[in-house]
C-alpha cells in the first residue's frame, strides 16, 4: 500500500478535449512497435513518387469506388484524365501525401507518437467542416474514412512491398533506397495494416465526437435562445450589484464631519 502511494501519479495528455492517460494508451503504440514504426518510415520511402501513387488510388476512389464523392472534390465534369488538375482534388491529394509523409515521419523517425495520435485526431475533427461528411458519414453503415483506406490498404501496399512500381518517367533513373534490414512482404503487409488500420478508428472516433459536440452545441441555441438572454443579463445585474457594493464601501469609509465645538459662555 506504502509503495502505490509513493508511486508517481502518470502523467496525462490532452487529446483533442479529452484527457487520456499516459503512452502507453496512445493506439499507435499499442498496435505498433519501434520496429514496427521503422518499418512504416523505410518502406515509405522506398516509393519512388509517393504523391502520384496517391493521386491514382483517388482516381481509383472517385471513378469506380465512390462517385458520389466527385461532387466534393469538385471533379464531377471533369473527365479522369482532367481530374488531377482540378485544384480542390489535386489539394486533397497533395494533403494526404503530406499526412502520410507526417506520420511515419513522427513514427518511425522521431518518435513522436503522441504528436502522430494527435495529427491524426485532428484530421478526423476538421472534416466536419465538410459538409458532406457532416450529413452523411455514419461508421455504423457508410464509414467513408472506412471506405478510403480500405482501398489504400489494397492498392498501395503492393507498392510499398515492390510487387508493383510506376513506370519511371522518361530520362529519370529510378531512386535506390537502402534499408537497415530487409523486410518481407508479409511483414509489410502486417505492419501498414495495423497502421492504416488505426488511422482509420481515429479518425472516425474523432470526427464522430467533434460532430456530436457541435450539434450539442446547434441544438442548445436553437431550443433556448432565451437561456443567452437571461445569462447576459444575469451579468449585468452581477456587475451592477458589485459596483453597487464598491460604491457603498467607500462611502462607509469615508471620514465623518468632524463635529464643531463651541465655547461655553458661562
Not at 151 to 161: A, G, K, N, Q, Y
Request: aromatic letters at 8%.
Amino acid at each position: 500500500m506504502g509503495a502505490s502511494l509513493c508511486a508517481p501519479r502518470k502523467k496525462k495528455t490532452q487529446i483533442g478535449a479529452s484527457w487520456v492517460g499516459n503512452e502507453s494508451e496512445n493506439p499507435f503504440d499499442a498496435a505498433l512497435n519501434k520496429k514496427d514504426r521503422t518499418l512504416l518510415r523505410e518502406t515509405w520511402q522506398r516509393l519512388e513518387e509517393p504523391k502520384d501513387i496517391i493521386g491514382l488510388i483517388f482516381l481509383d476512389i472517385v471513378n469506380d469506388v465512390e462517385p458520389d464523392l466527385k461532387k466534393v472534390f469538385g471533379v464531377d465534369r471533369a473527365p479522369r484524365a482532367a481530374m488531377l488538375k482540378m485544384p480542390k482534388f489535386g489539394g486533397h491529394i497533395l494533403r494526404f501525401y503530406e499526412l502520410m509523409e507526417q506520420l511515419t515521419s513522427m513514427l518511425g523517425t522521431s518518435e513522436n507518437v503522441t504528436g502522430a495520435w494527435q495529427l491524426v485526431r485532428k484530421t478526423g475533427r476538421s472534416h466536419v467542416k465538410q459538409g458532406f461528411l457532416e450529413q452523411n458519414q455514419n461508421q455504423l453503415e457508410k464509414n467513408y474514412f472506412e471506405i478510403v483506406i480500405n482501398v489504400f490498404i489494397e492498392r498501395l501496399i503492393p507498392f510499398l512491398t515492390g510487387e508493383q512500381e510506376l513506370p519511371p518517367a522518361e530520362g529519370k533513373e529510378q531512386k535506390k533506397v537502402r534499408f537497415a534490414q530487409n523486410y518481407t512482404s508479409s511483414q509489410i503487409t502486417d505492419v501498414w495494416k495495423k497502421f492504416l488500420g488505426t488511422v482509420i478508428s481515429q479518425m472516425t472516433d474523432s470526427f464522430e465526437l467533434e460532430r456530436a459536440k457541435q450539434k450539442s452545441a446547434q441544438t442548445t441555441k436553437a431550443l433556448a435562445p432565451h437561456q443567452h438572454v437571461e445569462i447576459s443579463e444575469r451579468k449585468k445585474k452581477k456587475v451592477a450589484e458589485k459596483q453597487s457594493e464598491i460604491e457603498n464601501t467607500a462611502s462607509s469609509n469615508e471620514p465623518k464631519e468632524q463635529e464643531q465645538m463651541f465655547e461655553d459662555p458661562f
